[in-house]
């Protein structure tokens, strides 16, 4: 099949890449190189079912002709990064918003299915300081007030799924939405604030690992293996077709832990510091305590159980690095 991920010279679209083409299927990624990288798809250079178009998702004519030609669409192409959310707030929204409004009217105008890559911002921050339950996919959302920049994204994110689903139930699109949590590996870049390579980086320099907040706050991690898994399966199993499916890794770990956990296993001797999230993220910053997934619904559907541990997680982004 011709598959077009968008996105797919990022973290996540690049691994999908690799997956799918050792699956023996002929990519088109589009992707402008803004937090993506030629270094994530130099292993596919010379692969000539691999196809880069490096441009912005928002060039309707280039993107009217890939999504005419490829028969599945991945929509990974978003802003990332907390850091980067709280940076560049226009940006965020104009490239999460508008550039999934390009892809399903696009999708519908050819139609051709559509997975699009959600996240678990959506659920916002349930209550602080309460006993807060997994997450499942039909639970209440709380976001924010409009002046805490953070929640800007979460919105971005909930309308993209809102507009996917409206094309599902009106004109009959096939789209499926994948709720993504902290996904980790290999490539991932910690200059947009993600957490473990943030940490690990510092660890093997022997610089301070610095701890946002308290460190009391908890995250579940995912391997991009089993994540790159799970869209795949998601992609060819008819009954996701209009649903939405938590994608994460259960196993819980408070990020003071998480600290010396990298710590440890990086032999390093770095300090562990604590920095106030105004210091580390600007004013208009709220973080949820807890985050994890309930992944009851994926498994049921496509037998979903996430393979790598957290260990076998940092242990990954370790070797990365070294490297
Ligand atoms: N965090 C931290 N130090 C860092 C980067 C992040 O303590 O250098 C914290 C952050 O405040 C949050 C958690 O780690 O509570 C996960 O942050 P990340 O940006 O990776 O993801 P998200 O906040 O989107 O879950």
Redesign the pocket.
């Known amino acids: 099949m011709k598959i077009l991920i968008t996105g797919g010279a990022g973290f996540i679209g690049s691994h999908l890449a690799d997956r799918l083409l050792e699956m023996g299927e002929e990519v088109f990624a589009i992707d402008d190189l803004s937090t993506g990288s030629l270094k994530n798809i130099e292993n596919n250079q010379d692969n000539e079912r691999f196809h880069l178009v490096v441009d912005t998702i928002l060039n309707e004519a280039v993107m009217n002709e890939l999504v005419f030609k490829c028969d599945h669409i991945y929509h990974m192409a978003a802003a990332v990064?907390?850091?980067l959310i709280m940076n560049r707030p226009v940006e965020t929204l104009e490239t999460n918003v508008k550039g999934t409004e390009m892809i399903l009217m696009l999708a519908n105008r050819h139609k051709k299915k559509v997975l699009i890559a959600s996240s678990?911002?959506v659920y916002g921050k349930i209550m602080d300081g309460e006993n807060i339950p997994l997450l499942s996919e039909d639970s209440d959302r709380l976001m924010g007030f409009t002046t805490k920049r953070r929640w800007a994204y979460a919105c971005s994110k909930a309308l993209d799924e809102f507009l996917a689903l409206a094309y599902f139930e009106e004109k009959k699109l096939p789209v499926i939405i994948a709720r993504l949590f902290?996904t980790v590996g290999p490539r991932q870049t910690?200059q947009?604030?993600?957490?473990?390579p943030?940490?690990v980086q510092?660890a093997l320099i022997n610089k301070p690992?610095?701890?946002?907040?308290d460190?009391s706050?908890s995250?579940s991690f995912t391997h991009i293996h089993d994540v790159t898994d799970a869209l795949i399966k998601l992609m060819v199993e008819p009954k996701a077709v209009g649903q939405i499916y938590n994608v994460g890794n259960p196993e819980e770990v408070v990020?003071k832990d998480?600290?010396k956990l990298v710590k440890e296993m990086t032999g390093s001797a770095s300090e562990i510091e604590y920095?106030t999230?105004e210091k580390?993220?600007g004013p208009g910053y709220e973080?949820?305590h807890r985050?994890c997934p309930d992944i009851s619904r994926i498994k049921e559907l496509i037998g979903f159980e996430p393979r790598i541990d957290l260990r076998g997680i940092i242990q990954s982004v370790i070797d990365y690095y070294k490297q």
Request: proline share 0%.
């Open positions: 990064g907390v850091k678990s911002e902290n910690g947009y604030g993600m957490v473990i943030n940490f510092k690992i610095t701890v946002f907040g460190g706050q995250r990020i998480l600290a920095l999230y580390a993220y973080d949820m985050r």
